[in-house]
């Protein structure tokens, strides 16, 4: 009996040295990896200290005002790819990376959206670029530059969102929204602890292309690495867990944004009730409840649009949430004619938000 039990303490020692052994193999594995790739995948841009942290900061282009891009949840400067550059040809374009994300410095503690805003104004004022700005929003990137302009509306020229989350969108699609964001949180909670051991990256969890993509290969090889980063997950779930905020009654809905010029774009593609049918019905989904989803998307997109009264919306038509990338040129022609609506003087000086043009709302079809 004693013998037996010996053999079970041996065998119990040993299967743990074997998952201590396996673990830090692959923490190593993991260490050594995200260093080749921060090496083969340099920042774009430069690095900035904002209270000691180091935010990544990528500009192109010159003029005033500076457009300022905002990216989604878990995005990076990368998202901002296909019509970066192209805007940059006109005006002075500036896409950055939240802590943990693309190449910025991870930070331990959720932040809440105005702290993300005076981080960013911190790293424009920083890296020595002016006001005014024209704020772009992507999906969370939205909620975001609102936050910028509520905090410092004197040096916000202008708003676009694009396919932007509404404030309260996790209440308003209860119950739908409660278990999604249970979910994400339980994925997220395995996914850091993974991440740190190699899994993830081994598993392709991550990696980029993964779904049918505009993105050409060489980004995609390069939002991969920086996806597969420890970091990247543990930003994630920051983030996530300030999202689900939203699922309590009482949070307010998003703020006034007086008579600020504002362009909003949604995704035709999710609120086409028979698009998001036939979408649903190919996935296997629930086509009732998509449809029900795609109403409410809808309605957030309006009221969206109705928080300035100088406010012009557009559908764009034959697109996901990722306008920029999948209606790249659609999205500078819009972008582009919004900016130069405002035609700033030649010294700089701010024109009056009553008397800048805007687009006419409507939609641009594929």
Known sequence: MKFASRLCSRYWLFGLAIACLTALAGAVYQAETTAADL????????????????????CLGSGSPTLVLEAGLGENVLSWYPVHAKLAQTMRVCAYDRPGLGWSDSIAAAIQPEEVAENLQALLHNAGIAPPFVLVGHSRGGIYVRAFYQRFPEQTQGIVLVDSTHEQSPMHQYPYA???????????AIAEPLSRLGIVRLLGIADANRRPSPLPAEILAAKTAIQNRTDTAQAVANEIAVMRQGL??????PGSLGNLPLLVLTAGNLVDPDIVAREAARVGKDVEAEKVLAEIQQAEQDDLARLSSHSR???VGNSGHFIMQDRADE??????EFVNAFNLKSDGDRQSHSS?????SGKIDG
Do not use: C, E, M, S
């Open 313 to 315: 919306h557009i559908v």
């Open 331 to 336: 999205f500078v022609g819009v972008v582009r």
């Open 178 to 188: 409660a278990w999604d964001y249970r979910k994400q949180a339980l994925q997220i």
């Open 248 to 253: 309590d009654p009482a949070t307010p809905p």
């Open 39 to 58: 090496a083969a995948f340099p920042p774009p841009g430069r690095t900035i200290a904002v209270n000691g942290v180091n935010l990544h900061l990528y």
């Open 356 to 360: 800048a043009g805007l687009i006419p």
